[in-house]
C-alpha cells in the first residue's frame, strides 16, 4: 500500500484558499488518491476523489500532476467550520468492493477570523 | 437515506461483559467496514466485509468478533476487554460502480469507554 506524507498542521484565516498537498512516491497504477475531513468525535467524511488530472466538485479540487506521485486538495475561501483534520488515502480499488484503505496522519488545518 | 446508522452513541462496560456494537445502512453498499480511532489519531481499520463475507480482518484480537447478517446490517460483538480498547469505534460502507469505487460513507461513531 503506497504511504502518505501530509504536513501535520496548517493555518489559514476565513476567506483564503487553502491548498493541502500529500505524498504518495509509491503509487500504483491502480491505485485512487481520496480525501476525507473529519471533526471531533465524528466519522470522516468524504471530499472527492481522483485519479489523475483536476477534479473539482461542490466543495474542493484535487489535482494531481503526471506523475501521480503527490496530489493537492484545494478548499476555496475557507470559513471557521473548516477547521477539521483532513487525511490523503492512496489505495486500489477492486471490483467486488471491500478496498483496503489506510488513513495516514492527517493534516489539522485550523481557521481563523 | 444516505447515511450509516450506528448505535449505541455511547457504551460504558466493563472487562467482563459482553455487548455489541450496530451499524446500519440502506444506501445498497456491499463493503461494510470496522475501524477503530484513538483521540488524536487516525482511524485504523479492523475489518473489511464483502457482499457479505469477511474479506479483511487486521490481525484483530478475538475479543473483537464482527458478523455481518445480511447486506445493510453489521455488527461487532465484544467480549473481555481491556481498558486500552476504549476509543471510537466507526463503521463505514462503501458501493462500486464497475471498478471505481466513490468513497466511502461513515456513521458518527460509538464512544466505547471500557472499565
Known amino acids: 500500500l503506497a504511504k502518505t506524507t501530509q504536513p501535520i498542521s496548517m493555518d489559514s484565516y476565513e476567506g483564503q484558499e487553502v491548498n493541502i498537498t500529500c505524498s504518495h512516491n509509491?503509487?500504483?497504477?491502480?491505485?485512487?488518491i481520496t480525501w476525507y475531513q473529519q471533526f471531533p468525535s465524528q466519522g470522516p467524511r468524504f471530499i472527492i476523489q481522483?485519479?489523475?488530472t483536476k477534479v473539482t466538485n461542490e466543495v474542493a479540487s484535487l489535482f494531481i500532476p503526471a506523475d501521480r506521485k503527490s496530489s493537492t486538495l484545494s478548499l476555496p475561501r475557507v470559513s471557521l467550520s473548516d477547521t477539521a483534520v483532513y487525511y490523503c488515502?492512496?489505495?486500489?480499488?477492486?471490483?467486488?468492493?471491500?478496498?483496503?484503505?489506510?488513513f495516514g496522519t492527517g493534516t489539522q488545518l485550523k481557521v481563523e477570523l | 437515506d444516505t447515511e450509516v446508522t450506528q448505535t449505541p452513541k455511547h457504551l460504558v462496560m466493563g472487562m467482563t461483559n459482553k455487548k455489541s456494537l450496530k451499524c446500519e445502512q440502506h444506501?445498497?453498499?456491499?463493503?461494510m467496514y470496522w475501524y477503530k480511532q484513538k483521540a488524536k489519531k487516525p482511524p485504523e481499520l479492523m475489518f473489511v466485509?464483502?457482499?457479505?463475507?469477511?474479506?479483511i480482518n487486521e490481525s484483530v484480537p478475538s475479543r473483537f468478533s464482527p458478523e455481518c447478517p445480511n447486506s445493510s446490517l453489521l455488527n461487532l460483538h465484544l467480549h473481555a476487554l481491556q481498558p486500552e480498547d476504549s476509543a471510537l469505534y466507526l463503521c463505514?460502507?462503501?458501493?462500486?460502480?464497475?471498478?471505481?469505487?466513490?468513497?466511502?460513507?461513515f456513521g458518527s461513531g460509538t464512544r466505547l469507554t471500557v472499565v
Open positions: 463505514a460502507s462503501s458501493q462500486v460502480q464497475g471498478t471505481v469505487n466513490y468513497g466511502y460513507t
Open positions: 509509491n503509487i500504483a497504477t491502480n491505485d485512487y
Open positions: 481522483g485519479y489523475k
Open positions: 488515502l492512496v489505495g486500489p480499488v477492486q471490483a467486488g468492493g471491500g478496498n483496503k484503505l489506510t
Open positions: 444506501m445498497g453498499h456491499r463493503a
Open positions: 466485509y464483502s457482499y457479505e463475507k469477511l474479506s
